[in-house]
Nanobody, 115 residues
Framework: QVQLVESGGGLVQPGGSLRLSCAAS????????MGWYRQAPGKQRELVAG???????NYADSVKGRFTISRENAKNTVYLQMNSLKPQDTGVYYC?????????WGQGTQVTVSL
């Protein structure tokens, strides 16, 4: 069974940057689209960035121009570079397949943007 392990979160001041990583176990990573999802306090989980197997990317309007998703298939890893962070970016960040999040969710990584 495929497992996902997210890392790289932390506490950062507004305007700061973080780089998240998600390592997937198992094979066939490269054939699937992947995405980063965010669950803010009291809100439902939402897709913030997606990348297809071919490398085409898409972003939620709220993060466009600030976040960059990328993947390294040789390492079964997807990344999320987050710049110009805002307090509203606070939440637990998860990765999963996109558009269908069919892998059991990992533990996520907490991102807190605050002074």
């Amino acid at each position: 069974q495929v497992q996902l392990v997210e890392s790289g979160g932390g506490l950062v001041q507004p305007g700061g940057s973080l780089r998240l990583s998600c390592a997937a176990s198992g094979s066939s990573f490269s054939v699937y689209g992947m995405g980063w999802y965010r669950q803010a306090p009291g809100k439902q989980r939402e897709l913030v960035a997606g990348i297809t197997s071919g490398g085409k990317t898409n972003y939620a309007d709220s993060v466009k121009g600030r976040f960059t998703i990328s993947r390294e298939n040789a390492k079964n890893t997807v990344y999320l570079q987050m710049n110009s962070l805002k307090p509203q970016d606070t939440g637990v960040y998860y990765c999963n397949r996109n558009p269908y999040a069919t892998i059991p969710w990992g533990q996520g990584t907490q991102v807190t943007v605050s002074l």
